[in-house]
């Protein structure tokens, strides 16, 4: 292990001797989730738009390998175990359903009295029981049974819904995991997020905004020339303080899209045309390097050199290129996830999800057998609709149509 790590860091919760000694605990974890089958299930997983709309548009599975090579540069230059950056960055959207943020929605509504759902608390479950791997000596299913490190930088929220730190929704466990999550922290200072989870989950905002840019601009969906229309960058401006920076100033965020625009790697159009790929590449390229070099220097000023770990110091991001990020954020949210039309699709996607959770309930038997065994050992109803909404958000997009059509009777309709 790189300095900065201890034994306890790398303990599993379940016993699991290395078959490889020369391999570290922490290059494990990351063979195990590359492995996974959940990893590859993102692959048909809506990122912004459907994975079918085009050949060119990113899925969850693309996302978070991106996500994987800009976190683990970035926790490589802190002095991260970059494998342990890299685990948590590939692991962090495993627990997504269907649809993208629409499915959580729904699945929430389906799981509302048991908890709810929420993704980043179903990337937990998925890593610590439903991922089919290691057993525990009782018979129980410990999923991957990664280490307590990689566990913890995969942790985007590490509190509860029932905590009043738990803004806006987010939360990083259910009260159905809480001995895994106890276990994970143990060591750790309340609510704090280690160095390597701030790092997974800067590399998810800047690949988010940057690639989710290029993917709008790419497919037109996005207007170059919107982006200098006064009016226009007022509405991204409007956009961004209501989502992803509020309480900020829109004059601010303004400010912060005019200083990307003016960059000398902004391109004033994409036609298609080989040369303007490679431009849009170019600008990308400059955007991460620009939004994880900012994080990288001021991280370094206020904790100085040598490795950065665990509970050592917090990763800094500066305020103005935390604004230049999610304006990035509020141009695709603004031409793209709230464009005119799609009302009518976020509706069907959500009861497409809430008609398969209520057959399944009523008609268990048509669960995957895996599924079968744990509604077959669960104690009452809560447990067993939990055992649905497992199932359900660990389907794609494409088998969540065909099911929900195949239950109709229907031909599947995208």
């Known amino acids: 292990m790189l300095p900065g790590y201890l034994a306890h860091d790398a303990e599993r919760w379940v016993d699991d001797p290395p078959r490889d000694p020369g391999r570290s605990p922490f290059a494990r974890d990351r063979a195990r989730v590359v492995h996974a089958s959940g990893l590859r299930r993102l692959g048909a997983k809506t990122q912004v738009v459907h994975p079918w709309s085009d050949d060119f548009v990113r899925n969850r599975l693309t996302h978070s390998l991106e996500v994987a090579q800009v976190g683990r540069e970035l926790g490589r230059a802190l002095g991260c175990d970059p494998d342990v950056v890299e685990t948590a960055c590939l692991a962090h959207d495993l627990g997504h359903p269907p649809f993208g943020h629409n499915g959580?929605?729904?699945?929430?509504?389906?799981?509302?009295?048991?908890?709810?759902?929420?993704?980043?608390?179903?990337?937990?479950?998925?890593?610590?029981?439903?991922?089919?791997?290691?057993?525990?000596?009782?018979?129980?299913?410990?999923?991957?049974?990664?280490?307590?490190?990689?566990?913890d930088a995969a942790t985007k929220y590490p509190w509860f819904a029932t905590d009043s730190y738990a803004a806006r929704g987010k939360y990083g466990a259910y009260a159905d995991d809480a001995d895994v999550f106890a276990w994970l922290r143990q060591g750790a200072p309340h609510r704090a997020r280690c160095i390597e989870a701030q790092v997974m989950d800067w590399a998810d905002d800047v690949a988010y905004s940057v690639h989710d840019l290029e993917d709008g601009l790419q497919g037109g969906r996005i207007d170059f020339r919107a982006l200098a229309d006064a009016d226009e960058v007022a509405q991204v401006a409007r956009v961004a303080c209501d989502a992803y920076a509020p309480g900020s100033d829109p004059a601010a965020v303004a400010a912060a899209l005019g200083r990307l625009t003016a960059l000398p790697e902004w391109p004033a159009s994409c036609d298609g045309s080989r040369r303007d790929l490679a431009a849009l590449k170019r600008l990308t390229s400059a955007l991460i390097g620009r939004f994880c070099l900012a994080a990288e220097r001021a991280t370094?000023?206020?904790?100085?050199?040598?490795?950065?770990?665990?509970?050592?110091?917090?990763?800094?991001?500066?305020?103005?290129?935390?604004?230049?990020?999610?304006?990035?954020?509020?141009?695709?949210?603004?031409?793209?996830?709230?464009?005119?039309?799609?009302?009518?699709?976020?509706?069907?996607?959500?009861?497409?999800?809430?008609?398969?959770?209520?057959?399944?309930?009523?008609r268990p038997e048509l669960l995957a057998r895996s599924a079968q065994e744990d509604w077959a050992a669960s104690a009452d109803d809560a447990a067993r609709t939990r055992v649905v909404v497992d199932a359900v958000a660990s389907l794609t997009d494409t088998s969540a149509i065909q099911i929900s059509a195949s239950l109709r009777g229907s031909e599947p309709q995208k």
Not at 322 to 346: D, F, I, N, Q
């Open 104 to 151: 959580e929605r729904a699945l929430d509504e389906v799981a509302a009295g048991i908890g709810g759902f929420e993704g980043n608390a179903q990337t937990l479950r998925m890593l610590t029981r439903l991922e089919p791997k290691v057993f525990a000596p009782d018979g129980r299913s410990v999923g991957l049974n990664l280490t307590r490190a990689s566990l």
């Open 300 to 362: 370094r000023a206020q904790a100085g050199d040598g490795p950065l770990t665990r509970y050592a110091c917090d990763l800094h991001v500066p305020d103005p290129t935390v604004l230049e990020v999610a304006a990035l954020k509020a141009v695709a949210a603004t031409y793209v996830m709230r464009a005119e039309g799609r009302a009518a699709s976020l509706e069907r996607q959500r009861t497409v999800l809430a008609e398969i959770a209520a057959a399944w309930l009523e």
